[in-house]
């Protein structure tokens, strides 16, 4: 019997190496070697270069500049009150997209802006500070307005913060929520906003031993500014063998907020106005809420905020304390107002929900004594109603009074059309779906 031929490769006739069969035809054998060479030298197609985006029409960039009288109309329609705060905010966010324009504009033969004396002038960025008490509705005015703008935003807390090398979140770990918050969208995040919570507690303490709140201000100067910051691409700490993706700061609008406590009395001492401490705010009130108006870059210094952070938030916006008149507005006025949402909540049940004036105030009152502003308002509405929500009848108005807030009983109505309970809803959803996917 003949013996049989060794397998090579038909191309270098080599034996010792894997062959594949079939790649080329049938018969055709064929080594890992050979194979790669043929593939190198088959010419490989050019991709075209991407063609530079077009430029937007000057209609069109002018269109996307947010007048301040729009964005405060906006926030009038969610926000009671703090006309001071929604003016200047108003104004911040509608040059902070000036800027972004000018930056598209920058260059373009028929500038938007064309004196010539102005094409170099270069527009700085103006983060915003606002200050107010807790619950005057800092976090509120924020996302309104964010919601109206269509941006990405990101809610931070300056306590979560610390300085690199130590057991925290680092400063750009906001960017990296940021880019999380944009769907990875590098373009829109680099326009986005971030806001800062509680900036305040970060104040320096003066105490002889390394203090760790100065180095967490001196970490956010360069983003507040503008800069390119280092990001992990995931989140979470930096790590030597990780690469970072760079990221842009200069068009991300930075807002600060802080409650600021005991700012009063260094404006009032500065305006010579005496303190405002124990047993003296409760009777001058009305003064010590003005004072906020009157805050100075050298109060806030004194506070404890370094001079090179309170440059890079040069836009300061006050928020007054809230009142029995504006609590009671709040719950009410507003688009979204907090009595909708629970009269939305006893509709499912075929029910209705109404409030006096009376128990309105006596909310806001025990809210205001509360000392949460704003915030308290549901967790009061939730006590009053917990009753009404546990036991809700189909047909029924519930009245609730003054009575009903400090305890009593609603006042029961019949409805003169009830429609049918919310589990009769349900039952007929399910059956119309059982009708139209029937059994096989």
């Known amino acids: ?253 930075f807002i600060c907020g802080g409650a600021f406590v005991g700012l009063e009395d260094i404006i009032a001492k500065r305006l010579g106005q005496g303190g405002f401490g124990f047993g003296q705010m409760s009777e001058n009130r009305q003064v010590a809420d003005g004072l906020l108006r009157q805050v100075k870059p050298e109060d806030l210094e004194q506070f404890g905020l370094i001079p090179e952070m309170i440059g890079r938030l040069p836009v300061i916006a006050p928020l007054d304390a809230l009142g029995v008149d504006d609590l009671a507005r709040i719950l009410q006025t507003p688009k979204n107002s907090l009595l909708n949402q629970f009269r939305k909540l006893v509709k499912f049940h075929s029910a209705d929900l109404m409030f006096t004036d009376a128990a309105i105030r006596e909310i806001a009152r025990i809210a205001l004594e509360r000392g949460t502003g704003a915030r308290g308002l549901r967790s009061v509405v939730e006590e009053v109603l917990e009753k009404v929500m546990f036991e809700v009848e189909a047909g029924v108005r519930y009245v609730i009074t003054d009575r009903t807030v400090r305890g009593g009983e609603p006042v029961k109505q019949s409805l003169s059309q009830p429609r049918a309970p919310l589990s009769w809803h349900v039952l007929r959803k399910m059956r119309v779906e059982k009708s139209d996917h029937p059994s096989n």
């Open 1 to 253: 019997m003949s013996e049989e031929q060794p397998v090579c490769c038909d191309f270098c006739f080599n034996s010792n190496v894997p062959l594949y069969e079939g790649v080329l035809d049938s018969t055709t054998r064929i080594c890992a070697f050979c194979a790669t060479r043929a593939l190198s030298e088959i010419p490989q197609p050019v991709p075209e270069p991407t063609p530079p985006p077009e430029r937007p029409s000057k209609e069109a960039l002018l269109a996307s500049i947010p007048s301040p009288k729009t964005l405060v109309a906006h926030l009038d329609q969610y926000v009671i009150g703090q006309d001071i705060a929604k003016r200047r905010l108003a104004l911040g966010v509608s040059n902070h997209f000036k800027r972004l324009v000018d930056a598209w504009d920058c260059g373009a033969p028929d500038p938007i802006v064309a004196d010539a004396d102005l094409r170099d002038v270069v527009v700085e960025k103006s983060n915003i500070l606002l200050i107010g008490p807790s619950g005057s509705g800092k976090t509120h005015l924020v996302k309104s307005l964010a919601s109206y703008l269509n941006v990405p935003l990101v809610i931070g807390d300056a306590t979560s913060l610390t300085e690199a090398g130590y057991v925290g979140d680092d400063v750009e770990s906001l960017l990296s929520k940021l880019i999380q918050t944009a769907e990875g969208d590098m373009d829109a995040a680099q326009r986005g906003i971030v806001y800062i919570d509680e900036i305040d507690k970060i104040q320096r303490s003066g105490s002889g031993f390394k203090d760790l709140r100065l180095g967490v201000q001196h970490a956010l100067l360069k983003m507040l500014e503008g800069t390119i910051a280092t990001v992990p691409p995931q989140g979470g700490y930096k790590h030597p063998m990780q690469p970072g993706v760079p990221f842009n700061t200069t068009n991300v609008l």
